[in-house]
Nanobody
Framework: QVQLVESGGGLVQPGGSLRLSCAAS????????VGWYRQAPGKQRELVAR???????NYEDSVLGRFTISRDYAKNTVYLQMNSLKPEDTAVYYC??????????????WGQGTQVTVSS
């Protein structure tokens, strides 16, 4: 199992920056995939950025060049640096982890979510 705790959300003006943090309760070395999803009101949850298999990264098209996902193995923490924020980035952002074991297969874990609001 893994617990995920997000922090760093808030209110920011368009063009501003925020950094989200996701602290994991176990070594992120042991986690197959870690990433960030978001859900805006009335919309489905969507992938924002993800690291899979240790080094492969994926980004949602609209955040390419603006958002960067990174990890700190010593702190078991995953970050999402968000620059040039736009009002359409407003959403609840969720940290996600997928753990794969020979015994249980793939298991998905979610954080509680952190609100990001981009508004003037």
């Amino acid at each position: 199992q893994v617990q995920l705790v997000e922090s760093g959300g808030g209110l920011v003006q368009p063009g501003g920056s925020l950094r989200l943090s996701c602290a994991a309760s176990r070594s992120i070395n042991s986690i197959y995939a870690v990433g960030w999803y978001r859900q805006a009101p009335g919309k489905q949850r969507e992938l924002v950025a993800r690291i899979t298999g240790g080094s492969d990264t994926n980004y949602e098209d609209s955040v390419l060049g603006r958002f960067t996902i990174s990890r700190d193995y010593a702190k078991n923490t995953v970050y999402l640096q968000m620059n040039s924020l736009k009002p359409e980035d407003t959403a609840v952002y969720y940290c996600h982890a997928r753990v794969i074991t020979p015994l249980t297969g793939a298991n998905d874990y979610w954080g509680q979510g952190t609100q990001v609001t981009v508004s003037s």
